[in-house]
Every structure is written in C-alpha cells, then in structure tokens.
C-alpha cells in the first residue's frame, strides 16, 4: 500500500485566508466527509486534516482520486459542483508516495506550519487519526505509517532543540497582544471563545511574568471560562453581555469556531468602541468581519497578521531543522521497509504452508504404528528441519526488499513450490 499513498494539500503557503476558510472543516464535516468517501470510494486509507493553515486529505488508492476528492468536499461545505474552481487550484496534488508521506511528516512534526515547531499540530494529526480508526478509514499501513510519525515526533523532541522555547501560533498571538497592550494606559484585553488557541492564549498570557494588561474571557460554556478566571485571576463576562464586554475592552481576542462571522460590521457600529480598539482574529472561517476596519480609529489583525516574535526559539528551531528532517528520512526508510516486506509476507506464509503441508503428509505416510514417543522425535526434527530450509529463502526475499528486487524472487518461488495453490493465511 505504500507506494499508493497520496495527498491532495491546501496550506498557508499557496492560498490566502479567504480562501482556507472556504474549505476548512470542522470536526463534524471531516467525520461526514470521511463516511462520503467510504459509501462512494474503495478507499480503506483516509486521513483529514483541517486547521487554521491546512486542509488536507491523505489516501491509498491506485487511482489518482485528488479531483474526486476535492469534490466531495465541496458538497460537504454546501458548495455547487460547478464553484469548486474558486478552491481548486489551490490544492496541490501530492501523487508521488514518497513525497506524500514525507509532507506528512513534516506537517506533523511542525516543519510545516506557520509558525514553525507548532506545538499543536501533533495532536491535530492525532485527532484526525483517531476519526479516522473510529470511521473504519484506516488500514494497516495507515496504522503503521501514523504510528511512525508519532514515533518522529517523539524522537524530535528528545534529541534536537526544534522544540525548545514557545513558537506556537497561540504564543504568537500572546506576543502580540502583550505588543499591543504597550500601546495603552492599563490596558483591558477580552478573550473570546476557550478552544483550543483561545484557551493556550490565556494560559499564555495567565502564565507570563510581564503581563501588561487585565485579562478578561467569556466563553459559551461559561464554567470553561470561570476555571481559567479562577486559576488566573481573569474576570468573566457571560456571552450574553458580549457587547458590554467588546466596548469595555481595548483589545479583543476572537477564537470562536462558527461558520459565519461573530462580531459583524453592523454589530459593533451599534457598540461605542474605545479608541484605537485592536482586534485579533483567529478563526479560520473568520470569526470577524473585515469591514469592522471602516468604524473610526479600528484595527483588525487576521490569522496571517500573526508574527513569530519567538526570535531566540526560532533561531534554535531552525538551526535544529537539519536534524529533523534527517530523523524523519530514517522514518521513512524504515517505513518503506515495513511496507515491503509487507508484500512478501504472503509469499513467506505461502511458502510455509507449502513446506508444512509436505511435512504433514510424509509423516502421515511414515508414523503409522509408531508409539507417542516416537511421534513426538520427528515431530521435533522435522519442525526443526522445516525451519532452517525456510530461513535462507525468508532471508534472501526481505534482502530483495531492500534492494527493490522482491518481485523477481516472489515469482521464482511461486514457480518453484507452486505457491499459488497455497493459502496466505497462517496454517
């Protein structure tokens, strides 16, 4: 299966944001995405990834089925056939195995993402794995290949320095904001909805030293939010007050996960703003409407306004990515190598069941008569001898697998032993 593997791939670095959050899915469209693709593909291998700088699909199949793909997810999202060129072109196609898995890597392990060494990514691709085994949409390879790349991540965090420091796009949002709290005379800032960015932007901002501002959050599900006020002395507002809450701030923090924008133009021209109000958005759909810069003296930061003010951790990041990658070309070696002798393993079955079937009919032929004990002797020698003939062929078809030359010995041991007669499954 590994050399079916494929990904179709729409990031940060090719699409702008108004463009991501067309096509960006929430956890319930990539669970209905993943039962469109089982009831009308026969792909058995699909992970969905979707963050706020990524929406990909990974699969096995021996077509290339990217277009497909990015079909149905334009029916989950509500989109017309006939607008999927919007999005489109915009996703490129990853058609070489190789290169496919290696994306992977990279996106899991932080190489990829906007800010690099991303603390959130692995478990994003942990949960984007999990529907996926929940869903029934993963196979043995794609079992063994996540795996691996969890295994990376592992390593990378124990033998390089790519993670050391705080680089997160949550940590560079609380840079930001403490930027900007420099900006005011005791500075009140707002944090709205308790996601997962939204809830590590408090804790960011609860846990440093040199905060510069009073911290104030309101949240749906308010005992989310009463926690974190209570661990770090934060004040709360109900969401019900929310414009009491926004006229009361001068910087307004929006992580809230909705398919149309929360705070719209017409809705805070009817909210008195303070002065030089600073709004972050980071939603992806957008949380806040663009227009809200036409009110007086109001400034709007989107997901892409984000700056890595990380300098010293990203200078280590980048000084370790060399390191990195060199872990993760060790991964996929060894996981080429899993795939490979995944192939000749039927084979090596086949070839046992062969020699154990021989085996069982000689001593069928031969032990009539004997005694238990008798038995049980070539019982024992035969097992053994059946062992040690297998072992040089066994060998020599995983040695093949390296040098990419199993097919030609799988199919002289098929010639040889009549292999096909035999059954895979272990006797």
């Keep these: 299966m590994h050399h079916l593997f494929k990904a179709i791939s729409l990031t940060y670095k090719n699409s702008p944001v108004e463009i991501r959050e067309q096509v960006a899915l929430s956890a319930e469209e990539a669970n209905d995405l993943l039962g469109r693709i089982k009831a009308l593909t026969d792909i058995r291998d699909v992970l969905i990834l979707s963050t706020c700088n990524r929406t990909e699909i990974y699969y096995s199949h021996e077509e290339n089925l990217s277009d497909l793909l990015v079909t149905l997810l334009g029916l989950v999202k509500g989109f017309d056939t006939a607008n999927t060129h919007t999005y489109n072109p915009y996703f490129t196609r990853l058609n070489n195995s190789q290169s496919a898995m290696r994306h992977l890597f990279q996106v899991a392990v932080g190489l990829e993402s906007q800010v690099i060494g ?10 984007a794995y999990q529907a996926s085994a929940d869903a029934n949409m993963a196979g043995p390879f794609l079992h063994r290949l996540l ?15 790519f993670r ?6 949550s940590y560079a949002a609380t840079e930001m904001v403490q930027h900007l709290a420099g900006k005011f005379t005791d500075p009140q800032v707002l944090l709205i909805g308790l996601g997962e960015i939204g809830a590590d932007v408090a804790k960011n901002l609860g846990d440093s030293k040199h905060r510069k501002a009073r911290i104030a959050i ?11 006020a209570t661990t770090y002395d934060f004040t709360t507002y109900d969401f019900s007050d929310l414009t009491q809450a926004i006229s009361e701030s001068d910087i307004v923090v929006s992580s809230v996960g909705m398919a149309k924008p929360l705070l719209t133009y017409e809705l805070l021209s009817q909210v008195p703003l303070r002065p030089s109000a600073r709004f972050i958005d980071l939603s992806v759909p957008r949380s806040i409407e663009p227009a809200i810069t036409k ?5 709007l930061y989107n997901i892409d306004d984000i700056r890595n003010r990380a300098d010293q951790a990203l200078s280590l ?7 990195v990658k060199f872990i993760i070309e060790e991964s996929l070696r060894e996981i080429q190598q899993w795939a490979q002798e995944m192939e000749v393993s039927p084979t090596i079955q086949r070839l046992k069941n062969a020699l154990e079937q021989i085996r069982q009919e000689e001593m069928a032929r031969y032990l009539k008569g004997v005694d238990d004990e008798q038995a049980a002797q070539v019982e024992k020698i035969t097992r053994s001898m059946m062992q040690k003939i297998i072992k040089l062929p066994v060998l020599q078809l995983k040695a093949a697998c390296k040098r990419g030359e199993a097919e030609t010995l799988i199919d002289v041991l098929n010639d040889l032993f009549d292999l096909e007669k035999h059954p895979a499954k272990r006797a």
Aim: no cysteine; glycine share 2%; net charge positive.
């Design 164 to 169: 050391d420091g705080a680089a997160s796009i």
């Design 295 to 299: 009110l007086p003296r109001t400034y």
């Design 218 to 228: 309101t949240n749906r599900t308010r005992s989310k939010a009463e926690e974190l």
């Design 118 to 127: 991303d603390l959130q990514i692995t478990n994003q691709v942990k949960r």
């Design 147 to 161: 795996h691996t790349v969890f295994y990376s991540n592992k390593r990378v965090v124990q033998e390089t320095a």
């Design 317 to 323: 990041r980048l000084a370790a990515v060399p390191d």
